[in-house]
Nanobody, 116 residues
C-alpha cells in the first residue's frame, strides 16, 4: 500500500523558516498533483500549496510570497519551503498526493509551531 513519509516540522520563532519534505514509498504510481494541507485547532483543513506534474503551482493567499512548493519527480518527493513564518501558520501540515486516476494519499501529518 502506498505511503507518504513527512519530515521537517518543528518549533520556530516568528520570522523563521522551516522546510517540509514528503517522500512517497510503496506502490504509489502515476503521480499527478502533490500538495500540502494544514489544519489548525478548531479549524477545517485547508490547502496551503499544490504543484502539478507540469510544475504549475497554487497557493492559499495567506502564504503567497512566503512559502514555496517544489517537487523532485525522480524521487517522488515534494517540498514546502516556509519563510517569514507567523504564529498563525501554526498547524499540523499534511502531505497529499493524487494519482492520475484521482486517488488521494495522505501523510500522517507533521506539527509546525510558530512562537511569537
Amino acid at each position: 500500500q502506498g505511503q507518504l513519509v513527512e519530515s521537517g516540522g518543528g518549533l520556530v520563532q516568528a520570522g523563521g523558516s522551516l522546510r517540509l519534505s514528503c517522500a512517497t514509498s510503496g506502490s504509489i504510481f502515476s503521480i499527478n498533483e502533490m500538495g500540502w494541507y494544514r489544519q489548525a485547532p478548531g479549524k477545517q483543513r485547508e490547502l496551503v500549496a499544490a504543484i502539478t506534474s507540469g510544475g504549475s503551482t497554487n497557493y492559499v493567499d495567506s502564504v503567497k510570497g512566503r512559502f514555496a512548493i517544489s517537487r523532485d519527480n525522480a524521487k517522488s518527493t515534494v517540498y514546502l519551503q516556509m519563510n517569514s513564518l507567523k504564529p498563525e501558520d501554526t498547524a499540523v501540515y499534511y502531505c497529499n498526493v493524487k494519482n492520475i486516476w484521482g486517488i488521494d494519499y495522505w501523510g500522517q501529518g507533521t506539527q509546525v509551531t510558530v512562537s511569537s
